[in-house]
């Protein structure tokens, strides 16, 4: 099985947290990735041997749906 280097940014741009996943595929090595994401971070990356496979940036604008009794921030 691949390993898999996630990496987590903050709006800035800045590396915060990071750490290495051994995975069947990139499918999983995507779910783990989103399961472990710190608070604060705003963007993450997936990387294999080198190279960027996936990268997830945060949408302009983007709010987190209203939910009864909590409030947007």
């Known amino acids: 099985m691949?390993?898999?280097?996630?990496r987590y940014l903050d709006h800035h741009g800045?590396?915060?947290?990071?750490f290495r996943a051994t995975?069947?595929?990139?499918?999983?090595?995507r779910?783990?990735?989103h399961a472990m994401k710190?608070?604060?971070c705003q963007q993450l990356e997936i990387w294999i041997a080198g190279?960027?496979?996936y990268q997830r940036a945060?949408?302009?604008?983007?709010?987190?749906?209203?939910v009864a009794g909590w409030k947007n921030e």
Do not use: M, Q
């Open 23 to 29: 995975c069947d595929d990139e499918t999983r090595a």
């Open 38 to 40: 710190p608070s604060g």
């Open 58 to 66: 945060p949408s302009v604008g983007a709010r987190r749906p209203s």
């Open 14 to 18: 800045v590396l915060t947290h990071a």
């Open 51 to 53: 190279s960027l496979i």
């Open 2 to 6: 691949p390993n898999y280097d996630v």
């Open 31 to 33: 779910i783990v990735a």
